[in-house]
């Protein structure tokens, strides 16, 4: 088959692979669309040790069954594999377990190739009315449909009363702005540098976009809620100062560093600071349920490319030049 493999820092190549094998538990998926993920862009530039070269990236995925029982079914792929029988996944949280891995790490080639071995368990069905583009939204769109609703369990307020701040327009930051539109969220700000990215995030639903230190930011203590879907030293700071006393920061972003947080704050004004990773087997179910009954928005937002292409598309996310949220890779 033929797949995008990572083999160094900034190199991805289009070649032949071996095809997966599937087994009792394991079936093989057709891909017809994959997402480029800010986790395969932090491969790409050789700062995750979980993903080592050469490997098949891509985590984001929805096609068709080639194998077993489901043959033929249009599905989203969870790329969440856990083991059964972690105290973790017994409580209802697999996405806390220490045994989980993605599809895209080394126990699980992933699914920038046209076709990708998958737990049966984790196939979620599809409509009929649903692209196989805007199903391989389903991942991001669950990472952020869990850190919304994680974040409004902390709130001390209803969300229809907050006033809520996603940093960053990217895939992530997008989604949780349409997901807390959807949750009726008082109101929504989006800072994102990216003029381009700024104007697709502006057209793709109630939010007022702006360009940090362009003088439309925030006020200091202006913000009820804030979701960081960027994680730099320069966005903690900014949800820092934004954030209002006994107001809720979600961390979603997995950039390296960690300073930028006001510690003194948080304590002095009892600011709830919280971590946000994955979603639930039933956070990514409702999350396909919600995009196929069309609640979060028309996912204009994406842009497709072949996969032969995918070495130009990691490039041009890499050079910022990119206007859509999201890359998707059609094998």
Known sequence: MKALVYTAPFAVVFRDEPEPAPSNDVVLVKVEAVGICGSDMHAYHGRDTRRPAPLILGHEAAGVVASGARAGERVAINPLVVDPECPFVLRGA???????????MPAWP??????VGVPVSNLVAI??????VHAALAEPLAVSYHAVNHGARLLARPLSAARCV?????AIGLSAALVLAMQGAGTIQIGEPNAQRRATAARSGPFTCYAPGGGHEPAENG???VIDAVGADETRAAASRMIAPGGVIVHAGLLPGHEG?????LTLQEVIFTGTYCYTPTDFR???????????????WLEERPLAEGA?????????AVAAAKIVLRP
């Open 94 to 104: 697999p996405h806390l377990s220490p045994t989980r891995q993605l599809v895209s």
């Open 110 to 115: 992933g699914a920038f190739a046209q076709f």
């Open 127 to 132: 409509p009929g009315h649903v692209s196989s």
């Open 166 to 170: 996603v940093l960053g327009a990217g």
């Open 223 to 225: 913000a009820d809620l």
């Open 261 to 265: 947080l006001d510690i003194r704050k």
């Open 286 to 300: 409702e999350t396909v349920s919600a995009l196929a009954a069309g609640r979060l928005g028309d996912l204009s």
């Open 312 to 320: 130009r598309a990691f490039a041009d996310i890499d050079a910022n």
